[in-house]
């Protein structure tokens, strides 16, 4: 049949020559398309003779079948051509090195609890923790305050809600770290050799005051420990975390309800030019309250006040953090300022150590 191999070579001419998707979908629709020329001619077979149509049947199907594959294959080659064209444009060179993204940094009070435990670890001290809602019992009379004490007024407590009708003592959020101290002489007996970092709050607000803030409790209890080793640790560890030989400490003798005899700890140091230093200057910075544990205190610890004796003291985290690393306002430690964060912060790759270098 003629007919057949005209039409044949006039559309696979045109497949070829198609050059977009839709020239294509044209060229599909003028020959395959539900009025489409071989469409119409396979319509055309009812009318023939049964002799006829066994000629042309298969070779209109046939036609069919190779038009549909040439367009398939058409389509094909487009979409490739179409996607090479696409890579040229937009590449993208992996071996470019990434953007520089900034890192977070490790907040000064976190700094310097990682280096006064490593300083305390290489004294036999290790950490002990409490929590920060804490008892009454705990928080004051197991520590030798009970409830008319006037120190309990000098501590500006919060307090927690508790339910109506319910007569007994708040919970209080622990105004000091030395509940710690009741907790591990339970926990561990004697001998006893614990710090215990963490965060104490108390309603007072200033540029040395937050009414949260941090903590480090001390305590070492055995036969015979005397004031004499409260004094060489204190002295040790003040030379060690602020790494200069001349740390000058002054012990002025003071009060607290827990210790029997009590020291309060002063650091010299000046605030000239609102640059806080250590180590000269005429001002002292109240760092530590100290003394030998007082025996009632151990008792509610369950030790023994007769066999054991042993001194505690408690040191302003913040404090310290602010003058070794001359931050002069309290207040910023808390106030999560970005800028802040990235001129104080230490790197999180330095980890202190006292061999290594506690500043990193
Ligand atoms: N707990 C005291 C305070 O908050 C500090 C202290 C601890 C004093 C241990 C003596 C012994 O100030």
Redesign the pocket.
Known sequence: MDDIASIRSRYLEQVAQADSPDALESVRLAALGKKGEISLKMRELGKMTPEERQQAGPALNALKTEIDAALRARKAALEDAALDERLKGEWLDVTLPARPRRMGTIHPVSQVMDELTAIFADMGFSVAEGPQVESDWYNFDALNIPPEHPARQEHDTFFMHRREGDNTPPHVLR????PV?IRAMQDQGAPLRVIAPGR?YRMDMDQTHTPMFH?V??LAIDRDISMANLKWTLEEFCRAFFEVDHVELRFRASH?P??EP?AEVDIRCSWQGGQLKIGEGDDWMEI????MVHPKVLQAGGIDPNEWQGF???VGIDRIAMLKYGIPDLRTFFEGDLRWLRHYGFSALSVPTLAGGLSG
């Open positions: 105004t000091h770290t030395s101290q104490v903590q409790e001390g607290f827990f210790t009590s530590l309250g100290s003394g505690a003291f408690g």
